[in-house]
């Protein structure tokens, strides 16, 4: 393939998968005035200062998804089946003001995490990779899942897709930062789940090459 074939395929994808994102951006924005109400008792539920982060992960909207394979899910349109009640959030970049993806889970299930375009491995990357979240041997405090995250005032980061997060955790200790778990519990779970990944890599060695006599 040459390369401009190939460069003209990437813009093509790039704004294809921004112009998804911006429409479902959209359809939040829209239903938002018509469930108001069940995103404000979700945050009083839990105790979350809507205002506070608002800043850190845009509206946090409580809508109908349909969940989908690969950790992935999408906002459900009218007599999609099956759909269930989630909430939405905006994940940021590294700047913390582009928005990257859209994160959801559903309102039973807080622990699994699905992504609208798999590309927002972390919320709370700006402060992952800012150095000054690790002065005076301060780490990052990873949340157990998104709703903590959000309880906490967005403060630390929440993993979203784990085989993202492993390049993320190599750099943060290559800048001498350092990463807790939300307890003890947790960061064994954080140790494990690096350790699959790791063990996921499969690495051969080379087959012999044969020599003609």
């Not at 951006?25 to 018509?34: M, Y």
């Not at 979700?42 to 998804?65: E, M, P, T, W």
């Not at 157990?144 to 959000?150: G, I, T, Y």
């Amino acid at each position: 393939m040459s390369a401009s074939v190939s460069d003209t395929i990437k813009v093509a994808l790039h704004y294809t998968v921004n112009a998804r994102l911006m429409d479902a951006l959209g359809e939040l924005n829209d239903d938002e005035r018509r469930r108001w109400q069940a995103s404000a008792d979700y945050q009083n539920k839990h105790g979350i200062d809507g205002r506070a982060v608002s800043g850190f992960c845009g509206l946090i909207s409580v809508i109908d998804i349909v969940l989908l394979p690969h950790a992935r899910f999408d906002l459900a349109g009218p007599g999609d089946s099956p759909a269930t009640d989630g909430v939405v959030i905006e994940a940021l970049d590294e700047s913390g003001e582009q928005t990257i993806d859209l994160v959801a889970w559903t309102i039973t299930d807080p622990g699994s995490v699905y992504t609208l375009l798999g590309r927002a491995g972390l919320l709370g990357m700006w402060a992952a990779l800012n150095p000054a979240t690790y002065i005076f041997g301060r780490p990052l405090i990873v949340r157990r899942s998104p709703l903590c995250w959000l309880k906490v005032g967005c403060e630390g980061a929440a993993v979203v897709i784990p085989e993202l997060v492993a390049r993320t955790f190599l750099d943060i200790t290559n800048m001498g930062g350092r990463i807790s778990g939300q307890d003890l519990g947790h960061a064994r779970e954080l140790r494990a789940m690096l350790r699959v990944l790791v063990d996921q890599v499969e690495i051969v060695a080379p087959k012999p090459i044969s020599r003609a006599a």
